[in-house]
């Protein structure tokens, strides 16, 4: 038996759970698949080693979609400042809430919370099913839709399909879309740590030549170490005793960070840089990592992926209220023209980052001074600066998207 749906969502991660409780209101049938169950939330547990800094831009979203109430009920931490400095100076660049008017710069979550509180969005809706576990099997074009067969066996004929599993998206292999990609010679060492004392409003972030380090803080009294280095050093930050991580800490960032107490969790990722030659074939379009992975120094990752959410569902929304294919060429090639140019120029921009604090020559130490300094004065440039980063600015998005209905 063949089923129909509206649209096919593979993947229910942050980003294909968050577009379909966007797209709730239309009324489509909407099917995501999943092919594992995020474990449930246990407020008594400490916070799992995957975090994302969310920022203000995509908790708008996630709040217009009725996710951000779910997450909050669960546990976030708010941060209002983020000091930014080079290689142990004594000074940084300090970017700070207030200077914007904003109440936080951002929230570090666990990724799970932020799934669980999309797919609990999603389970208020009726036209909305989650099929999980299974896995997807194939994708093929025949006429006015695309046949999507699981690992079940289950059919759809669905009227677009939407690639939101992943990096490594195996829907988007299958509808035949390349990829250009680039493996940073770092790896990312990632550890939660139990904390003491301490300022806990801010992030930390030093950039050395051999890679940026971050202390991100973490609900409760824990914090999230991320240190980007060459792929050996970083296996023997895995390997190490816990005392002597916690000493190569302390030599690295400065006193005034909390106080390391015990380490909760650590691992380690490859660093790959992935764009998509196109975002959409047929019926297929992709969405948040299936079409482009960033250096997460900056943490933009899924908030780039939450744009998309934006971007995708408004056009959808739109073609669909004018009673137009929501898979006609036209439209998904204006969603790839509002996302890939700005998707790519955030990508250079980390490479900017990344290479850039990684040169010693004379002439790029002084381009970064330079651009410290500018960044450190108040004023409208270092607004600017903040804005773009917390995708708020007309800039980060490429052009300004609104939802339907949340204006
Ligand atoms: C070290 C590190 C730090 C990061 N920090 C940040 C940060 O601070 N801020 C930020 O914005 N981003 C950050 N990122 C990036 C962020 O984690 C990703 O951008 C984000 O996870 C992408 O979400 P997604 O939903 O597109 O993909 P995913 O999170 O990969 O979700 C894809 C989902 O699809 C499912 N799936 C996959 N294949 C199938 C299949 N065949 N069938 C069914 N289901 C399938 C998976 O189980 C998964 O649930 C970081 C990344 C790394 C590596």
């Keep these: 038996m063949v089923e129909q749906a509206d649209l096919f969502i593979v993947g229910g991660g942050m980003v294909g759970a968050a577009l379909a409780a966007a797209m709730a209101g239309s009324g489509q049938r909407i099917v995501v698949l999943e092919q594992q169950a995020p474990a449930a939330f246990d407020a008594a547990s400490a916070p799992d080693l995957r975090v994302s800094a969310i920022s203000a831009a995509s908790r708008q979203l996630l709040s217009d979609i009725g996710a951000w109430r779910h997450i909050e009920a669960m546990r976030v931490a708010p941060y209002q400042r983020m000091l930014v400095w080079e290689n142990k100076e004594a000074e940084g660049t300090l970017f700070d809430a207030a ?54 066996g289950r059919t759809f004929a669905a009227k677009l399909v939407v690639a939101a599993d992943g990096a490594q998206s195996v829907a988007r292999r299958l509808a035949g879309i390349g990829i250009n990609s680039h493996d940073y010679p770092m790896h990312a060492f990632v550890a939660t740590f139990a904390i003491e004392g301490g300022e806990r409003d801010i992030t930390w972030q030093q950039f050395t030549p051999d890679g940026p380090q971050s202390l991100l803080p973490l609900p409760g009294d824990y914090a999230s170490l991320v240190w980007y280095q060459q792929p050996t050093f970083v296996r023997t930050l895995e390997e190490m005793s816990e005392a002597a991580l916690i000493a190569a800490f302390q030599q690295q960032f400065p006193q005034r960070l909390p106080t390391l107490r015990h380490l909760v969790s650590r691992g380690s990722f490859a660093l790959t840089r992935r764009h998509a030659q196109q975002y959409y074939r047929g019926r297929v379009v992709l969405a948040g990592d299936a079409a482009h992975t960033i250096h997460p120094l900056a943490g933009q990752g899924v908030n780039l992926g939450f744009q998309d959410v934006q971007a995708l569902a408004a056009l959808l929304q739109q073609a669909q209220a004018a009673g137009e294919d929501i898979a006609a060429p036209a439209l998904l ?60 600015s007309p800039l980060s998005r490429g052009l300004r998207v609104v939802l339907p209905g949340k204006h």
């Design 99 to 152: 200077e914007l008017g904003e109440d936080a710069l951002g929230h570090i979550i666990e990724n799970r919370v932020v799934q669980l509180g999309c797919q609990q969005a999603m389970a208020e809706h009726d036209n909305i099913e989650l099929i999980c576990p299974d896995q997807l099997r194939s994708l093929s074009e025949q006429g006015d839709h695309c046949l999507v067969t699981l690992a079940s």
């Design 333 to 392: 090639q204006r969603y790839q023209r509002q996302r890939m140019l700005p998707n790519h120029a955030m990508q250079r921009l980390m490479d900017a980052f990344c290479y850039g604090f990684r040169a010693s020559a004379p002439p790029l130490r002084l381009l970064r001074n330079i651009a410290l300094k500018l960044a450190n004065r108040p004023g409208r440039l270092k607004q600017e600066v903040v804005r773009y980063a917390l995708g708020l």
